[in-house]
């Protein structure tokens, strides 16, 4: 079981980006998967998620109205279309999925893409 999170990259404040949460050995459908970003030295922090289920969405205030989260299911990837950045969401991205509901916890998400970085700056 593999996730891997990839679409970082450097962006001027105000540009966009969109992250994708690719995985081998499991089907995405089937799990709730979460977006968390750590800036430097800071803790890892919840940004989004979306249900396995309903497929309902879930942001963090800081990134409402700016991020969107989305599956492809023929793709079996999960999206984090990231709009309107602001130097605030520089951080390493990265995506995890679990079985059941969606969570905020770090701790209860079972599988762990390895992190990308998005840097915003002019």
């Known amino acids: 079981v593999q996730l891997q999170a990839y679409g970082g990259g450097f962006v001027q404040p105000g540009g966009s980006l969109r992250l994708s949460c690719a995985a081998s050995?499991?089907?995405?459908?089937?799990?709730?998967i979460g977006w968390f970003r750590q800036a430097p030295g800071k803790e890892r922090e919840w940004v989004s998620s979306?249900?396995?289920?309903?497929?309902?969405?879930y942001l963090t205030d800081s990134v409402r109205g700016r991020f969107t989260i989305s599956r492809d299911k023929a793709k079996n990837t999960v999206y984090l279309q990231m709009n309107s950045l602001k130097s605030e969401d520089t951080a390493v991205y990265y995506c995890?999925?679990?079985?059941?509901?969606?969570?905020?916890?770090?701790?209860?998400?079972?599988?762990w893409g390895q992190g990308t970085l998005v840097t915003v700056s002019s």
């Open positions: 995890a999925a679990r079985v059941g509901r969606v969570t905020t916890l770090l701790r209860e998400y079972d599988y």
């Open positions: 050995g499991l089907t995405l459908d089937y799990y709730a």
């Open positions: 979306i249900s396995s289920s309903s497929g309902r969405t």
